[in-house]
C-alpha cells in the first residue's frame, strides 16, 4: 500500500511548515511528514522552505539573519489558506515534542560546505537527544548536504531529491548510500520506479496533488506520496 506523507504538513489545507498544519496532519491519521530546515542565527533549527521571510510572513530578512525566539514570534499565515489562528514559525524542537510521527523527512535545501556541516550537525544532536532513531531521513537536492550527512551523521537515513532527470538520480542516490530517491512525479515513469526498487531505494514522489496523479501513481507501484492535500489523498486512495 502506498504511503501518504503531508507536504510541509498540509501545505494545501493549513499554512505550510506550522504546527497547526501538521497537527492538522496527525488528527487526519497521517503518520509520515516532510518539512524544510533552515538555521537561525543562533543556530536552532527552523522549520521554513525559502531562506528568506517575506513570502510567508511579509517580513523583510534572511532567517540565518534572525534569532529563534524572534522568528517563532512571527505568524506564517502569508500566501497559506486561510486559517483563523496565528501560525508562528517553529523551532523543529517544538515540532519534535508536539507531534509524534512514524517518520519525517527533513529536507535540507541547497548550502555551502561549511553551513551543510552545520545543519547536519544540529539535526543530528536533536535527531539523538530525541531518540528518533529509525524516524528520521535527511533529504538534499545538495550533494554538499548529502555528502555532509553521510560523513557526520551516516547512521541517519539520507534522501536525494532529484528534480530533472539529467542528474541521473537513482545514479546519484546510490552515491550517497540514499535509503530514498524523493523523485519528482514528472520523473516518475515505470520503468525508473523498477529500476531504483531493484536498486533497494525507497521511492517517494512529490509534490502529487490532483486524484488522477495520486491514482495513477499509487497503482503504479510508488512507495509513498507526497501531497499539498493529505484529504484528497485519503479520500481518492480510499476509493480505488
Partial sequence: ????????GARGEVP??????????????????ELDLHLSRDGQLMVIHDPDLRRTTGRHGRVDHWHSSDLTQL?????????AQPCPIP?????????????????VKSASRKRSQQLVQAIKQLHDSHKLHGKVTITS??????RAAQQLAP???????????WLEPIKVAKRYDCALLVLNHKL????????????????SVWTVNHAKDMRRLASMGVDSLITDFPGLAIATLQQG
Fill in 1 to 8: 500500500m502506498t504511503i501518504l506523507v503531508g507536504h510541509r
Fill in 16 to 33: 505550510e511548515n506550522t504546527l497547526p498544519s501538521f497537527v492538522h496532519v496527525q488528527q487526519l491519521g497521517i503518520r509520515h511528514v
Fill in 75 to 83: 505568524d506564517a499565515r502569508r500566501n497559506g489558506p486561510p486559517c
Fill in 91 to 107: 523551532t523543529l524542537e517544538q515540532l519534535v515534542l508536539a507531534c509524534d510521527f512514524d517518520h519525517w523527512q527533513w529536507e
Fill in 141 to 146: 537536492s545538495s550533494r554538499s548536504v548529502l
Fill in 155 to 165: 547512521e541517519i537515513p539520507r534522501g536525494f531529491v532529484a528534480e530533472r532527470a
Fill in 188 to 203: 516518475c515513469s515505470p520503468a525508473r520506479l523498477r529500476h531504483a526498487k531493484q536498486q533497494g531505494l525507497h521511492v
